[in-house]
């Protein structure tokens, strides 16, 4: 289908125009303050960098179901009422997250610029992958 569509970086920009991100050093600040921080890479991504210590891991084909707060298969910490910030490796998927989270009502939710390469760049706290 030539032509039928936008491309993958008219998606990315679109998705974007309507997120607040944040630096790692942001993110970092906000989670300290009481946000969530929602991991979405998968295990191989997580045994390479490890995690954020104090965020919450949702695999990404899930992720919508898990924190629509009006869904019978949500997170107990999916009320709505939490920032949700969004984490991916590279801070693209992440992106893509936060945008349907924010279409779902999820309204302050935003994603982490750079991702988890970024967080680790800085410097910031990471702990062992945990099985």
């Known amino acids: 289908m030539n032509g039928a569509g936008i491309s993958v970086e008219e998606l990315l920009a679109e998705a974007r125009s309507g997120l607040n991100r944040m630096t790692p050093e942001e993110a970092w600040e ?8 929602v991991d979405t890479r ?12 104090g965020s919450l891991v949702v695999d990404r084909n899930v992720l919508e179901w898990r924190l629509d707060p009006r869904s019978p298969h949500r997170l107990p910490q999916a009320t709505g009422e939490s920032r949700v910030i ?3 490796q590279q801070g693209y998927s992440s992106s893509l997250a936060a945008a349907s989270l924010q279409r779902l009502g999820v309204a302050g939710a935003t ?17 062992p992958f945990r099985e």
């Open 86 to 88: 969004v984490l991916c």
């Open 30 to 37: 906000a989670l300290e303050s009481g946000a969530m921080l």
């Open 42 to 53: 998968p295990v191989e991504q997580r045994r390479q960098l490890g995690e954020v210590p």
């Open 111 to 127: 994603d982490v610029v750079g991702g988890m390469e970024s967080w680790v760049a800085a410097g910031l706290p990471t702990a």
